[in-house]
């Protein structure tokens, strides 16, 4: 995918998250909804190629293969983010959830 539609998609989410959080009245920045959009957008990238392998594996079965690719890698974000949460317990949930992400985007 090209960084300008990469790019493009990141807008529009960072700009939903931004209506959403001003909507319910959360405390935030702009900066804090963009680094969320591109984290959710790389998160996605990756359910697409992984997508993409159940489609050379397994068929042409495009909400299937989606659907198994998004369980797939959500229980790997689950596994390493209570991974995380056994090694420092003092830390909050969704601080270990953010970080299994980082890890995720960096490493797999």
């Given at each position: 995918?090209?960084d ?19 909507n ?7 900066n ?6 591109e ?6 990238e ?7 392998y ?6 042409d ?7 198994v690719?998004?369980?797939?890698i ?5 596994f390493?983010a ?7 317990i ?9 970080d299994?992400?980082?890890l995720?985007?960096?490493?797999f």
């Amino acid at each position: 995918m090209s960084d300008s539609v990469f790019e493009d998609q990141v807008r529009e989410k960072a700009y939903y998250n931004y209506l959403s959080r001003v909507n319910q009245g959360l405390p935030g920045d702009a900066n804090q909804d963009w680094y969320n959009a591109e984290r959710e957008q790389k998160i996605e990238e990756k359910i697409k190629e992984e997508a993409y392998y159940h489609y050379l594996t397994y068929g042409d079965y495009p909400l299937l293969n989606w659907l198994v690719a998004r369980t797939e890698i959500t229980e790997r974000l689950q596994f390493l983010a209570f991974y995380m949460h056994e090694a420092n317990i003092n830390k909050s949930p969704i601080e270990n959830w953010i970080d299994a992400q980082n890890l995720y985007i960096e490493k797999f």
